[in-house]
T-cell receptor, first 114, second 113 residues
Framework: SQELEQSPQSLIVQEGKNLTINCTSSKTLYGLYWYKQKYGEGLIFLMMLQKGGEEKSHEKITAKLDEKKQQSSLHITASQPSHAGIYLCGADTPSGGGADGLTFGKGTHLIIQP | DTAVSQTPKYLVTQMGNDKSIKCEQNLGHDTMYWYKQDSKKFLKIMFSYNNKELIINETVPNRFSPKSPDKAHLNLHINSLELGDSAVYFC????????????FGSGTRLTVV
C-alpha cells in the first residue's frame, strides 16, 4: 500500500517569512492533492498535481511535483496568520478512478508568529 | 450552497449507544467516502460507495456500517460505541474521474464518554 511521509511534522514561522512543506511517497504518485485544515474545521482543497515536473500556484502558495513523481513540495511566500493550520498531502491510486479514495500523510502543523 | 454537508457537527454520547451521522452531496458525484481523523490529526479512509455498492472496507470494526439510500447520500451507522471511536469523521465525494477533486464535508466531532 502507498504511504506518504510529510515533513516537518510541525513548523513555527515568523510572519512574513517563507516556508516549505514536503511530501514523499513510497510509490509513484499518480495524483497528488494538497489540502489545508484550519483547527476544528473541514478540509480546504488547495491544488492537485498530476504530471512530473508540474508546478501550480495560487496566491502565495506554490506546489510542485518532482520529475520522478515521488515527492511534492508546498511553498508559502511571505507567510501570513491566515496561512496557519494543518497541511495535508493526499495521494490518488494509479487507476485514478476515485473508488479507493485518498491516502493521506500525517499532516504538517503550521503556526505563524506575529 | 454547501456541496458536501454532514450532520450533526458535534455528537456527544455514552458508551454502548448506537448513533448515526448523515452525509449529503449535491455535486452529482459518483463516489462517496467516510474518513476518520484521530486525535493526532491522521486522516484515514474507512469506506467508499460507488452507485450503492461498497467498494472498499478498510478493516474497520463491523460495528460501523455505511448505508446509502441513494447516490447523493452516504450515512454512517455506529453500533455499541466505544471510547476509542472518539474522533472526527469526514464525509467526502468525488466524480468518476477523481483527478478533478475530492470534496470534503466539514466533519463531525464524535465524543464517546
Amino acid at each position: 500500500s502507498q504511504e506518504l511521509e510529510q515533513s516537518p511534522q510541525s513548523l513555527i514561522v515568523q510572519e512574513g517569512k517563507n516556508l516549505t512543506i514536503n511530501c514523499t511517497s513510497s510509490k509513484t504518485l499518480y495524483g497528488l492533492y494538497w489540502y489545508k485544515q484550519k483547527y476544528g474545521e473541514g478540509l480546504i482543497f488547495l491544488m492537485m498535481l498530476q504530471k512530473g515536473g508540474e508546478e501550480k500556484s495560487h496566491e502565495k502558495i506554490t506546489a510542485k511535483l518532482d520529475e520522478k513523481k515521488q515527492q511534492s513540495s508546498l511553498h508559502i511566500t511571505a507567510s501570513q496568520p491566515s496561512h496557519a493550520g494543518i497541511y495535508l498531502c493526499g495521494a490518488d491510486t494509479p487507476s485514478g478512478g476515485g473508488a479507493d479514495g485518498l491516502t493521506f500523510g500525517k499532516g504538517t502543523h503550521l503556526i505563524i508568529q506575529p | 450552497d454547501t456541496a458536501v454537508s454532514q450532520t450533526p457537527k458535534y455528537l456527544v454520547t455514552q458508551m454502548g449507544n448506537d448513533k448515526s451521522i448523515k452525509c449529503e452531496q449535491n455535486l452529482g458525484h459518483d463516489t462517496m467516502y467516510w474518513y476518520k481523523q484521530d486525535s493526532k490529526k491522521f486522516l484515514k479512509i474507512m469506506f467508499s460507495y460507488n452507485n450503492k455498492e461498497l467498494i472498499i472496507n478498510e478493516t474497520v470494526p463491523n460495528r460501523f456500517s455505511p448505508k446509502s439510500p441513494d447516490k447523493a447520500h452516504l450515512n454512517l451507522h455506529i453500533n455499541s460505541l466505544e471510547l476509542g471511536d472518539s474522533a472526527v469523521y469526514f464525509c467526502a465525494s468525488s466524480p468518476r474521474d477523481s483527478y478533478y477533486g475530492y470534496t470534503f464535508g466539514s466533519g463531525t466531532r464524535l465524543t464517546v464518554v
